[in-house]
């Protein structure tokens, strides 16, 4: 048997120039290692050269007039990566650092994220260089419709189902879904995230953050403690890092950071419900930046650049983007005396700052299991769509809560089973792929 070092110089040697991919694979075949040399059937089946091999991955021109007749043209993707627990599922991602890098490391985590909400969902992500930011709305309808003339072969409620991320909101959604009903002349939940007159779910936009929440409420009763009293610091400004605040002010904890792309606010009152109200209209009708609140709220102060990991915290939530805590950051939260950090986006944490917060007794959750209720409540409108129906908001919510504590039972299990108990990264990672590659072998060479 060939070891750890050997089959990623393999994976590297197959796929130069790819740093994100490259990262989430090394993190996820140290973890799962150990189950390959109990489990010889997973080394005869080939799985783990075959999972981290995408089954298609699809590159498309997208043509599209903006609003002064000036021809742009996009480079769109689609990275179908494994359907073996069911179809395609994963987000579209709009903004000018797409690379088939980031998609695959993406795809590749939404895999075994998609395997342990119970659901029946394979892995898969796509995007577009395309970038929203100062487009108008008849501009981003036209690119939408644009990007949905080629994607619509590649996709269907059965097949692979797309969602939002970073630049794909509702109105995204809704232009997308717009032309691939007029394209294939049919009404079916081939994407999640719609609006809720036209097959959404309640719960849907909050689901992420809330889930986020729900999984360190999970942890932290591991230990006896809550989130009631604690300080907690949140990156990003956006729909994640907004529902996370609202559920973390729910459960009595004091959220005292938020930020964006140009720097970060520190609020020592707290962030109330007043005050993230002020922050949903700011960015999520006014598009404003978070400057704006330093400006609106005495209490607060604004540093441009990085640095929100430095403030005191007993709970960090990195829900900005990939990388964005890296070691040093990680040093700061430990010598500040942070006891959690949980991931609200996909990867945020660097390797090197995972392997750190993990050697120095932080709770850490990956964001494959801590986010996964985003995707989770995804599943849950294709199921509500394959029924006509619409469950009410109350029965959304605590099928999300039931899902993460699902998600938090299998890292804990799998964790402790392999020598490794409270390291939520070991646990995941082993709990995603076990079911995944069972059901590959059950399926045959295909």
Not at 131 to 150: I, L, R, T, Y
Not at 275 to 290: A, M, P, T, Y
Not at 416 to 432: F, H, L, R, S, T
Request: hydrophobic share 40%; with cysteine; proline share 4%.
């Amino acid at each position: 048997m060939a070891t750890v070092e050997d089959f990623i110089a393999a994976v590297e040697a197959k796929n130069p120039c790819q740093p994100e991919f490259l990262q989430a694979v090394r993190e996820f075949v140290e973890s799962v290692w150990p189950v390959l040399e109990r489990n010889p059937k997973y080394i005869e089946f080939k799985i783990l050269e075959r999972v981290v091999e995408p089954e298609r991955a699809l590159t498309f021109r997208v043509n599209w007039l903006d609003d002064k007749g000036v021809v742009q043209v996009n480079r769109g993707y689609r990275v179908e990566f494994n359907s073996a627990v069911g179809p395609y599922k994963g987000g579209l991602r709009f903004h000018p650092s797409v690379t088939l890098s980031i998609l695959k490391f993406l795809g590749f985590e939404q895999i075994f994220k998609n395997s342990l909400t119970t659901l029946s969902m394979g892995g898969g992500k796509g995007g577009c260089d395309f970038d929203p930011k100062g487009k108008s709305d008849n501009e981003v309808m036209k690119f939408c419709q644009a990007f949905m003339s080629e994607l619509y072969r590649h996709i269907g409620a059965h097949t692979d189902v797309p969602a939002g991320d970073i630049g794909v909101g509702g109105r995204e959604i809704g232009y997308m879904f717009g032309q691939y009903k007029k394209l294939k002349n049919v009404f079916e939940g081939v994407l999640t995230g719609k609006g809720l007159s036209w097959g959404g779910s309640l719960i849907r936009p909050e689901a992420t953050g809330y889930g986020l929440v729900y999984f360190v409420r999970e942890m932290m009763a591991t230990k006896g403690d809550s989130l009631k009293g604690k300080v907690v610091a949140v990156s990003g400004s956006g729909n994640v890092a907004q529902y996370a605040v609202e559920k973390c002010l729910h459960l009595g904890a004091k959220v005292v950071t938020l930020s964006d792309s140009d720097g970060y606010i520190v609020d020592a009152a707290g962030i109330d419900a007043k005050k993230l109200d002020f922050v949903l209209d700011l960015k999520n009708n006014k598009r404003g930046r978070i400057a704006d609140y330093a400006k609106a709220y005495p209490t607060a102060k604004y540093f441009p650049g990085k640095g929100v990991w430095t403030v005191k915290c007993d709970v960090a939530l990195p829900c900005a983007t990939q990388n964005e805590l890296d070691v040093a950051d990680a040093q700061a939260l430990i010598k500040n005396g942070c006891k959690v950090v949980a991931e609200g986006a996909n990867m945020p944490t660097t390797l090197d700052a995972t392997k750190l917060l993990i050697k120095h007794g932080v709770l850490f959750a990956p964001g494959k299991a801590s986010n996964a209720g985003g995707v989770a409540t995804s599943g849950l409108e294709m199921a509500q769509n394959g029924q006509f129906l619409q469950w009410t908001r109350e029965e959304v919510d605590a099928r999300l809560d039931g899902i993460m504590k699902s998600i938090h039972s299998t890292c804990v299990k799998y964790a402790a089973e392999y020598g490794q108990p409270g390291n939520y990264v070991v646990g995941a990672n082993i709990g995603g792929f076990v079911k995944v590659a069972d059901a590959m072998i059950d399926q045959g060479l295909v």
